[in-house]
């Protein structure tokens, strides 16, 4: 059964990456678009993300929820050591939600607008910043439970230029699927060129970021090229990667490929994850001094890792046909009225 | 403010925050459930309106209400590691299960706010009811969670370790039932009188009669039954916290000596010092009797209890005597309202009725607050009871009071951002809701 809720935690964690990040990449999209064409891309966002944003910010809560009832060692090690970004995380995801909700149901549409949009924008950037972050410290061997002093245990954690790289490559990765998801949603020629151009940006700020990644893990010691290029699977993943993203590029040239242009973005974050990750499985916390937190080791007792696996199967019957029906009536095309 | 006490601080501000808007977002789905069933049948356009117009309203609370959960979730293992880490294992079953129920609820939401002309109405209409039975069992679950804490099961304790562990038998612990019952039913009077009185005081107001009056209805039917009903799952719920905490217990009703013939003591000011109350009504042998049904029987005093496992006594007794004062000022506004329906039709008219309502707007809300204060301060030094301290389950990072400077003003903020969008929402309604009936 462990394998069952360790199976749960990573698609969790890749679909609220997926979902909740093209649903983030919605504001950091219109927070680099220009003034004129703002409204255009607001609304079209809207159209797409109205009927299922909630939906997509629940992934995080079930991850989070595997985390403290399966590994609680490792969810208050992290939420001890990463306290500060945690809280400037919660603070976006606040700040997010409710500017999204009060632009849309505010009865009067005033001035307040601008406040709600600014908000909104701001924090779509901020949120998936600090997750980036937050999963760049896991890794980055900065955790010290030993550490007695405040910069050590609690600041240099994650305030290093690998955390900080991470932070800004998964805003740019947020950015790159919401302007993939947003070319299938529009119909005239000149939001699709104009979309086009804003995930070329996006994927072009990915490289220069992921790039940049590399640079930060070199310079801090952290052997993250081992990590990825030592192994077959990881080799593998990341050439399918890449051959996908060619793929995707020829087909954007062309109209009307727009499910399959999606699914290799995702197909491609889904490499990347999974690259970045199967080098040190089962271990998903690395701390200071080449110790470990591992999913297998600091693991619950195994009832509750029974009974949490069986929530989780259970759940997801009932969850995934309504997310799929969800998904499937408010598809494009299908205006909404409110 | 030292550490331990801004943690505490903040977790309450989050919580006291967080169950405002889940009360209405596990409530306000049924009233609109029953105001869109009476649009399906009866074609009636002001019960869509009102429908429409109350699930705007729970779109923001709901938003409101999903974050400031999320955050909850976080904070458990940002200001209580140490509890986080043994208890995490033993009463996450209902979380897990809280998971499910929230996103049904997040998808059914997303039909229905945006599902208008779209689907089958009876469909429709199925995925608001969803809504709501959704959010009433992420309520039970939750509390379920929080009942583990007062009457911890399903683990063994042996010298510090946490063994054989039952998530099952720890979800339904003893207090599970009395806990949940108690609180779906104060979510349901403190939601009902909230709307109602609102209603209430915009028909007083003379504005838009029609649609206020037919929205009134509603909500006050149903806080009205919840205001009968609460006082007996109060009695429930006290009879298991004698029998399970009676250090929380003897805090709630400031009863310091135990003797026979336990007197129960209304008002006063505890003074834990001198070890009795002052200024307060005493009737002798009432506690006995709530408690075990006789008038002699000795209920457990404080002077049981050791000192330093003693909750603190003054904010305990306040916080009960405001729940239970407020609960019987709900209870005497129902039995006049069922009058008023069933013998004296022609109360419905009189502004004092109303006027009853408007006075009550906040009152389920202040006394869910209390009844909380209670359940938690009430539980203290314990945050398992009689396993772990507080004390000793707090993070060890210093300078949470600036965290809890800081969530003070977001949550104060998005109050006021939320009150300010009610405010426009009811401002708007001749504009939106109710076009057809001008305004008087």
Same mark, same amino acid.
């Given at each position: 059964?462990?394998?069952?809720?360790?199976?749960?935690?990573?698609?969790?964690?890749?679909?609220?990456?997926?979902?909740?990040?093209?649903?983030?990449?919605?504001?950091?999209?219109?927070?680099?678009?220009?003034?004129?064409?703002?409204?255009?891309?607001?609304?079209?966002?809207?159209?797409?993300?109205?009927?299922?944003?909630?939906?997509?910010?629940?992934?995080?809560?079930?991850?989070?929820?595997?985390?403290?009832?399966?590994?609680?060692?490792?969810?208050?090690?992290?939420?001890?050591?990463?306290?500060?970004?945690?809280?400037?995380?919660?603070?976006?995801?606040?700040?997010?939600?409710?500017?999204? =909700?009060?632009?849309?149901?505010?009865?009067?549409?005033?001035?307040?607008?601008?406040?709600?949009?600014?908000?909104?924008?701001?924090?779509?950037?901020?949120?998936?910043?600090?997750?980036?972050?937050?999963?760049?410290?896991?890794?980055?061997?900065?955790?010290?439970?030993?550490?007695?002093?405040?910069?050590?245990?609690?600041?240099?954690?994650?305030?290093?230029?690998?955390?900080?790289?991470?932070?800004?490559?998964?805003?740019?990765?947020?950015?790159?699927?919401?302007?993939?998801?947003?070319?299938?949603?529009?119909?005239?020629?000149?939001?699709?060129?104009?979309?086009?151009?804003?995930?070329?940006?996006?994927?072009?700020?990915?490289?220069?970021?992921?790039?940049?990644?590399?640079?930060?893990?070199?310079?801090?010691?952290?052997?993250?090229?081992?990590?990825?290029?030592?192994?077959?699977?990881?080799?593998?993943?990341?050439?399918?990667?890449?051959?996908?993203?060619?793929?995707?590029?020829?087909?954007?040239?062309?109209?009307?490929?727009?499910?399959?242009?999606?699914?290799?973005?995702?197909?491609?974050? =889904?490499?990347?994850?999974?690259?970045?990750?199967?080098?040190?499985?089962?271990?998903?916390?690395?701390?200071?001094?080449?110790?470990?937190?591992?999913?297998?080791?600091?693991?619950?007792?195994?009832?509750?890792?029974?009974?949490?696996?069986?929530?989780?199967?259970?759940?997801?019957?009932?969850?995934?046909?309504?997310?799929?029906?969800?998904?499937?009536?408010?598809?494009?095309?299908?205006?909404?009225?409110? | 403010?030292?550490?331990?006490?801004?943690?505490?601080?903040?977790?309450?501000?989050?919580?006291?925050?967080?169950?405002?808007?889940?009360?209405?977002?596990?409530?306000?789905?049924?009233?609109?459930?029953?105001?869109?069933?009476?649009?399906?049948?009866?074609?009636?356009?002001?019960?869509?309106?009102?429908?429409?117009?109350?699930?705007?309203?729970?779109?923001?609370?709901?938003?409101?209400?999903?974050?400031?959960?999320?955050?909850?979730?976080?904070?458990?293992?940002?200001?209580?590691?140490?509890?986080?880490?043994?208890?995490?294992?033993?009463?996450?079953?209902?979380?897990?299960?809280?998971?499910?129920?929230?996103?049904?609820?997040?998808?059914?939401?997303?039909?229905?706010?945006?599902?208008?002309?779209?689907?089958?109405?009876?469909?429709?209409?199925?995925?608001?009811?969803?809504?709501? &039975?959704?959010?009433?069992?992420?309520?039970?679950?939750?509390?379920?969670?929080?009942?583990?804490?007062?009457?911890?099961?399903?683990?063994?304790?042996?010298?510090?370790?946490?063994?054989?562990?039952?998530?099952?038998?720890?979800?339904?612990?003893?207090?599970?039932?009395?806990?949940?019952?108690?609180?779906?039913?104060?979510?349901?009077?403190?939601?009902?009188?909230?709307?109602?009185?609102?209603?209430?005081?915009?028909?007083?107001?003379?504005?838009?009669?029609?649609?206020?009056?037919?929205?009134?209805?509603?909500?006050?039917?149903?806080?009205?039954?919840?205001?009968?009903?609460?006082?007996?799952?109060?009695?429930?719920?006290?009879?298991?916290?004698?029998?399970?905490?009676?250090?929380?217990?003897?805090?709630?009703?400031?009863?310091?000596?135990?003797?026979?013939?336990?007197?129960?003591?209304?008002?006063?000011?505890?003074?834990?010092?001198?070890?009795?109350?002052?200024?307060?009504?005493?009737?002798?042998?009432?506690?006995?009797?709530?408690?075990?049904?006789?008038?002699?029987?000795?209920?457990?005093?404080?002077?049981?209890?050791?000192?330093?496992?003693?909750?603190?006594?003054? &904010?305990?007794?306040?916080?009960?005597?405001?729940?239970?004062?407020?609960?019987?000022?709900?209870?005497?506004?129902?039995?006049?309202?069922?009058?008023?329906? &069933?013998?004296?039709?022609?109360?419905?008219?009189?502004?004092?009725?109303?006027?009853?309502?408007?006075?009550?707007?906040?009152?389920?809300?202040?006394?869910?607050?209390?009844?909380?204060?209670?359940?938690?301060?009430?539980?203290?030094?314990?945050?398992?009871?009689?396993?772990?301290?507080?004390?000793?389950?707090?993070?060890?990072?210093?300078?949470?009071?600036?965290?809890?400077?800081?969530?003070?003003?977001?949550?104060?903020?998005?109050?006021?951002?939320?009150?300010?969008?009610?405010?426009?929402? &009811?401002?708007?309604?001749?504009?939106?809701?109710?076009?057809?009936?001008?305004?008087?």
């Amino acid at each position: 059964m462990i394998f069952v809720v360790m199976a749960y935690l990573w698609a969790a964690i890749l679909l609220y990456i997926l979902l909740g990040g093209a649903d983030f990449g919605a504001g950091i999209i219109e927070l680099f678009t220009s003034e004129k064409n703002k409204a255009y891309t607001r609304n079209t966002m809207y159209q797409a993300i109205g009927p299922i944003w909630e939906a997509n910010h629940m992934w995080l809560i079930i991850a989070i929820v595997v985390l403290f009832v399966g590994f609680p060692e490792i969810y208050t090690t992290v939420s001890t050591h990463l306290h500060i970004p945690l809280v400037i995380m919660l603070f976006g995801i606040i700040a997010r939600g409710t500017a999204f =909700t009060f632009r849309n149901y505010d009865a009067v549409k005033d001035n307040m607008q601008k406040v709600y949009n600014r908000i909104f924008v701001y924090s779509s950037f901020v949120t998936p910043f600090f997750l980036g972050v937050i999963a760049g410290s896991a890794v980055s061997g900065r955790i010290d439970p030993g550490a007695n002093d405040f910069l050590n245990a609690y600041v240099y954690t994650w305030f290093n230029w690998f955390s900080v790289t991470v932070g800004f490559f998964t805003v740019a990765i947020c950015g790159y699927l919401a302007a993939i998801f947003i070319i299938g949603e529009t119909d005239d020629d000149k939001s699709r060129v104009r979309f086009i151009r804003k995930a070329k940006q996006m994927n072009v700020a990915a490289a220069v970021f992921g790039a940049l990644v590399f640079w930060a893990a070199h310079a801090e010691n952290i052997p993250l090229d081992k990590w990825m290029f030592d192994n077959p699977t990881g080799i593998i993943a990341i050439i399918a990667a890449v051959l996908s993203l060619v793929l995707l590029w020829y087909l954007l040239l062309q109209k009307g490929k727009v499910i399959i242009i999606r699914v290799l973005a995702g197909f491609q974050v =889904t490499m990347i994850l999974l690259a970045i990750t199967i080098r040190h499985y089962p271990n998903i916390v690395i701390l200071k001094g080449g110790k470990y937190l591992s999913l297998l080791e600091h693991a619950g007792q195994e009832k509750t890792i029974y009974s949490l696996g069986m929530a989780l199967l259970l759940g997801s019957i009932l969850i995934l046909p309504a997310l799929f029906y969800l998904l499937y009536s408010f598809r494009k095309g299908e205006a909404i009225e409110h | 403010m030292n550490d331990f006490l801004a943690a505490r601080s903040q977790m309450a501000l989050s919580l006291g925050f967080h169950i405002v808007f889940s009360c209405i977002g596990m409530v306000m789905p049924f009233f609109m459930a029953v105001a869109h069933f009476l649009y399906i049948r009866t074609g009636n356009d002001v019960y869509k309106n009102i429908t429409r117009a109350w699930s705007k309203g729970v779109a923001i609370f709901f938003a409101t209400g999903a974050v400031s959960g999320t955050v909850l979730s976080f904070e458990l293992g940002l200001l209580w590691p140490e509890f986080m880490k043994h208890a995490g294992p033993i009463f996450g079953m209902p979380f897990s299960l809280e998971g499910t129920a929230f996103f049904i609820e997040a998808i059914a939401l997303g039909f229905f706010l945006y599902g208008w002309g779209r689907f089958n109405p009876w469909f429709h209409w199925i995925t608001g009811v969803v809504v709501g &039975i959704s959010g009433l069992v992420s309520g039970i679950l939750v509390v379920a969670a929080n009942a583990w804490m007062n009457s911890p099961a399903g683990f063994d304790f042996v010298n510090g370790q946490y063994l054989n562990i039952d998530p099952i038998k720890a979800m339904f612990n003893d207090a599970w039932f009395s806990q949940a019952l108690h609180m779906c039913i104060a979510a349901f009077a403190a939601t009902g009188f909230a709307v109602a009185g609102i209603h209430a005081l915009m028909i007083l107001r003379r504005r838009n009669i029609a649609f206020h009056t037919t929205a009134f209805r509603i909500p006050a039917l149903f806080a009205c039954i919840a205001a009968l009903l609460q006082p007996l799952s109060g009695d429930i719920s006290a009879k298991d916290v004698a029998h399970r905490q009676p250090a929380k217990l003897a805090a709630m009703e400031a009863h310091f000596k135990t003797e026979a013939a336990s007197p129960l003591v209304i008002g006063g000011i505890p003074d834990p010092v001198a070890k009795e109350v002052k200024y307060g009504l005493e009737i002798p042998g009432l506690l006995s009797f709530m408690v075990y049904g006789d008038f002699h029987t000795p209920v457990t005093g404080l002077d049981q209890i050791p000192e330093n496992d003693q909750p603190p006594i003054a &904010i305990t007794h306040y916080a009960f005597q405001i729940m239970v004062g407020l609960g019987m000022v709900m209870l005497l506004i129902a039995v006049c309202y069922f009058v008023a329906i &069933i013998k004296k039709k022609s109360w419905l008219r009189m502004p004092w009725l109303l006027r009853l309502f408007v006075i009550a707007t906040p009152m389920g809300f202040i006394a869910v607050e209390a009844g909380w204060t209670v359940t938690e301060v009430g539980r203290q030094p314990w945050i398992i009871n009689g396993v772990m301290r507080t004390a000793d389950a707090v993070t060890p990072m210093p300078g949470i009071a600036y965290s809890f400077y800081i969530f003070t003003a977001v949550y104060i903020s998005l109050s006021l951002i939320v009150t300010f969008l009610l405010y426009r929402q &009811i401002r708007m309604v001749p504009e939106i809701y109710d076009i057809q009936t001008p305004a008087l």
